[in-house]
């Protein structure tokens, strides 16, 4: 047998051994864990400036500082994402469930009426968001149907507002346990 024929043949009897979770299912039960909300922007070298909601943002290391954030490889953002020199996360604030909705639907131009300036790479800074953290685009490793990109850290800014929540499909916000 190939190598190409063996691998080929591992990755059939991995997908014939994998549990068949209903995906709808397996999205409630993830959708317990409750994230912050983000936007994660960037522009190509041909000036096409992108932008999509994501809560799979988290932070990874302080030393070298880096944050990971992934999307789906279907995402038309995607090519984009992947040739830009950095790309900048947008952390949201309490009042902008809004902006979050208007970055999780496509369109030919998502900043149009929206407030932002170039940061490093030109990948956009939203205004009014809670924090930035501007990232060069370091690595990226495929995971499933998911890319996942990996940023280092080049600047970061952030004020003491309350965080926009989302958790089971909803958008709220931060309540201290009692
Ligand atoms: C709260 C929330 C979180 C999301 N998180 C992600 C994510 O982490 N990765 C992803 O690929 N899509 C995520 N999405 C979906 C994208 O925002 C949506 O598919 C968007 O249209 C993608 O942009 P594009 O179509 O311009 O590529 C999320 C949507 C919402 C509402």
Redesign the pocket.
């Known amino acids: 047998m190939t190598q190409a024929a063996a691998t080929q043949a591992a990755s059939e009897a991995d997908a014939a051994a994998r549990p068949a979770f209903d995906p709808r299912d397996f999205r409630h039960a993830l959708g317990s864990f409750a994230?912050g909300?983000?936007?994660?922007t960037a522009q190509g070298a041909d000036g096409r400036r992108?932008?999509?909601?994501?809560?799979?943002?988290a932070s990874v290391s302080l030393d070298p500082p880096l944050v990971l954030?992934?999307?789906?490889v279907h995402?038309?953002?995607?090519a984009t994402f992947q040739e830009a020199s950095h790309f900048t996360v947008n952390v949201l604030g309490r009042s902008q469930a809004d902006l979050?909705?208007k970055?999780?639907?496509?369109?030919e131009d998502?900043f149009e009426g929206v407030d932002w300036t170039p940061g490093r790479g030109s990948a956009p800074v939203l205004a009014g968001t809670i924090a930035s953290f501007e990232c060069r685009n370091a690595y990226r490793y495929y995971g499933g149907d998911?890319v996942i990109f990996l940023g280092e850290v080049e600047a970061y800014s952030y004020h003491r507002d309350e965080p926009l929540l989302?958790s089971r499909g909803a958008?709220g916000s931060f309540v201290p346990a009692s």
């Open positions: 994230t909300v983000t936007i994660i992108v932008g999509l909601t994501c809560n799979s943002f954030w992934s999307i789906v995402s038309p953002s995607l979050a909705m970055f999780a639907r496509p369109a998502k998911h989302f958008f």
